[in-house]
């Protein structure tokens, strides 16, 4: 019988999506499932939650047990097959506001902060050192498991995980299985099948070669329509849209991702450019506000009568499971360590590129280079990732200078001097937060 540990199983609503794909999946139905979180209200919630669609989607099969603490973690652990990781360490309060307003102190505008930036940073070097922990725990009691990585920053965490333990770590996101579809329809251009083929690094993966069942090249009328498209007036894909007007393709995440992951659109000294793009800065701090009152008042609903079901989602949890518990392959977008796989990028990186997973395991790509201009976009965020990883694994307060100096945004904006004192102040506020990031 599998058993599928979820870690930050008080992210409710995504527990929801993944473990509700899994009851619908008829290889895990009977599945062992452990819930861990270290917050007991949110965690008895996705309980609740989680045992009623197993009631109502799943005839009861599954076995739920909920391990709150660290004190439970090598319980919750303990000869899991698989291992979804979701955790936010800190949460929307204290540590991703704090992640907003010592920046804006500064001058330094963000969109989501969770990737790259001086949110992505931080976020990542309090969240490595928990993940560190798990790569122990899951070392000792359940060696063989595979940990299916969602937690952002995507490339920090699961690079680190790669390169300094011996989990085995597939990193996932939400974007490369609509992209295309996404791109499509923004365009309104109807297109009986066709085939991609994406690579680079999470959130900026780019969409190299898109042709239809003919085998026709779609990308001729997709620039055309694009710059045609930004030309007419705002709409919600704008920096995006001009990534193909000036680097020739469209990359997998969204515009309010990409808008700060370079030194081309927030910018002091043009502040037109927030308008003309149509750039939502303090994007995730909204988001977040409207989850939690989302949430609260749905939270009942959900829960009435025991109504709540599900439809199977996208999530690529479920079928990487499933393909390796049945031997049948399965094509993923999956974040894993550049060795040989795009030939321009260093071997250190974490990289995405499509996967085949079946009974053996995970098998990437070999993709060669990319095109220039895509590969010299990405070096620009894999050198602050690959810092921030030093940084984490050596503790070195330098590190985490030099990691955002090198962020293309951050080094825009601001002097040396100020990223210094900007990084001091985050560095003791974190600290008095209780979740401190060296």
Not at 131 to 155: G, H, I, Q, R, S
Not at 168 to 176: A, E, P, Y
Not at 320 to 334: E, F, K, L, S, V
Not at 357 to 378: E, F, K, R, S, W
Request: glycine residues 6%; charged residues 25%.
């Amino acid at each position: 019988m599998v058993k599928i540990t979820f870690m930050g199983a008080g992210s409710t609503v995504f527990a929801k999506n993944v473990l509700g794909d899994i009851m619908l999946t008829d290889s895990m139905q009977n599945a062992d499932i452990a819930l861990y979180d270290v917050d007991k209200e949110r965690l008895d919630e996705s309980y609740l939650l989680i045992s009623a669609l197993n009631k109502n989607c799943n005839d009861g099969r599954a076995n739920i047990k909920a391990y709150l603490g660290v004190e439970n973690r090598k319980a919750a652990l303990k000869g899991a097959d698989f291992v979804v990781n979701a955790i936010q360490v800190g949460g929307y309060k204290p540590s991703t506001v704090i992640d907003f307003e010592i920046p804006k102190k500064y001058g330094l505008r963000q969109t989501i902060a969770d990737t790259l930036g001086i949110g992505g940073i931080f976020r990542a070097l309090r969240t490595i050192p928990v993940m560190a922990e798990f790569a122990e725990d899951m070392e000792e009691v359940c060696p063989n498991a595979w940990l299916l990585n969602y937690t952002n920053p995507m490339a920090m965490i699961t690079g680190y995980m790669q390169r300094y333990t011996n989990v085995k770590t597939i990193g996932l996101c939400h974007s490369v299985q609509v992209c295309t579809q996404y791109l499509l329809e923004k365009l309104d251009m109807k297109v009986d099948g066709y085939v991609e083929k994406i690579a680079g690094i999470n959130h900026m993966g780019w969409l190299l070669e898109i042709r239809d069942k003919d085998g026709n090249d779609l990308y001729p009328i997709i620039r055309e329509k694009a710059a045609a498209k930004n030309a007419a007036g705002k709409h919600d894909d704008m920096v995006r849209f001009e990534y193909i007007r000036r680097l020739g393709y469209y990359c997998t995440e969204s515009s309010e991702h990409n808008a700060e992951y370079n030194p081309f659109f927030i910018k002091p000294n043009y502040p037109e450019l927030i308008e003309k793009y149509n750039i939502p800065l303090d994007e995730y701090l909204r988001r977040c506000v409207d989850q939690i009152e989302k949430w609260n008042k749905t939270k009942d609903e959900l829960f009435a009568e025991g109504a709540i079901t599900h439809e199977r989602s996208r999530e690529y949890a479920s079928y990487i499971m499933d393909a390796m518990i049945n031997n049948q392959p399965y094509q993923i977008g999956g974040n894993v360590l550049n060795r040989g796989l795009i030939t321009n990028l260093p071997s250190n990186a974490c990289v995405e590129v499509p996967c085949l997973v079946n009974g053996t395991g995970i098998h990437p790509t070999v993709i060669g280079d990319l095109p220039p201009q895509l590969a010299a976009m990405n070096m620009s965020n894999i050198n602050v990732q690959l810092l921030t990883i030093e940084a984490a694994k050596t503790k070195n307060r330098e590190h985490i200078y030099h990691a955002a100096m090198m962020d293309p945004h951050t080094a825009a904006v601001l002097s040396l001097d100020d990223i210094v004192a900007m990084c001091d102040e985050l560095i003791e506020a974190h600290a008095a937060s209780g979740h401190p990031v060296i």
